[in-house]
């Protein structure tokens, strides 16, 4: 049987009839930022698409961390105080974040698990930067954000199974054993990755979810450092 005919069986042990959807929204932001070419208007007219999103990255632009002057009262300045990275940086997690959190019943478990994601994407751009890494800033970031997605789709639509599988973890099995045993032989990163797949994320974006990456045979070797990069982190 299949990854993804696994897949569909589970979900359908728990009366859903088909894989979980990601919104339109959040697929659009996601392919302007695979775009090298997206700009400033391009991302200021798909975050105004929602106005929840909207409301929250003004709230975050204007936020002590961010904001040193004016209050920021639109998505243009918005853009022009944060820097055009940043901006989709937040678009993205905050979009995925309450797309996350409306699915889900876990609500504080999936806050703590995006959470130390977002953390993780932050982390990874900073270790590039001090290592000298030659990998794109934007990529390492969506690639080490969404690392976790496979963990991420079973709290949130799977709960109980996310529960089996890190109480064995608290006793100190690793996330594969555990994954494994309660998934019918999957782990979360293949869960991550058929889920990825489904959603026609980027195959970069698909291979970043491997826990164990093979190791960059040279220095210009972008691609296995930014999966490397997205696991360690």
């Known amino acids: 049987m299949t990854p993804n005919k696994v897949l569909t069986e589970i979900f359908s042990q728990v009366n859903m009839s088909e894989l979980p959807a990601m919104s339109d929204h959040v697929q659009e932001l996601i392919r302007l930022l695979n775009r090298d ?7 200021a007219r798909a975050i105004l698409k929602d106005a929840s999103l909207t409301t929250k990255l003004l709230q975050v632009a204007n936020s002590a961390f961010y904001n040193r002057g004016t209050p920021i009262s639109n998505i243009s300045r918005a853009i022009t105080t944060l820097g055009l990275t940043t901006l989709k940086e937040l678009a993205l997690s905050l ?4 797309d996350f959190l409306k699915a889900g019943i876990e609500k504080e478990e999936i806050s703590k698990l995006l959470a130390l994601c977002f953390v993780s994407a932050s982390q990874a751009k900073l270790l590039c930067k001090a290592k000298r890494i030659n990998v794109p800033e934007e990529e390492v970031f969506i690639c080490t954000l969404l690392h976790q997605l496979g963990k991420i789709i079973i709290l949130v639509y799977l ?4 529960r089996k599988a890190q109480e064995l973890i608290d ?7 555990a ?25 970069k974006i698909i291979l970043s979810m491997g826990d164990n990456p093979p190791q960059p045979t040279n220095k210009f070797d972008s691609q296995l ?9």
Request: proline share 2%.
């Open 37 to 43: 070419d997206s700009n400033a208007e391009e991302i």
């Open 95 to 98: 979009a995925l974040f309450e």
């Open 159 to 162: 709960p109980e199974m996310y």
């Open 171 to 177: 006793r100190g099995y690793s996330d594969e054993f």
């Open 179 to 203: 994954a494994k045993t309660v998934l019918n032989d999957l782990t979360f990163s293949e869960v991550g990755m058929e889920i990825a797949r489904f959603w026609n994320f980027s195959e």
């Open 225 to 233: 450092y930014l999966l490397n990069v997205a696991a360690f982190c």
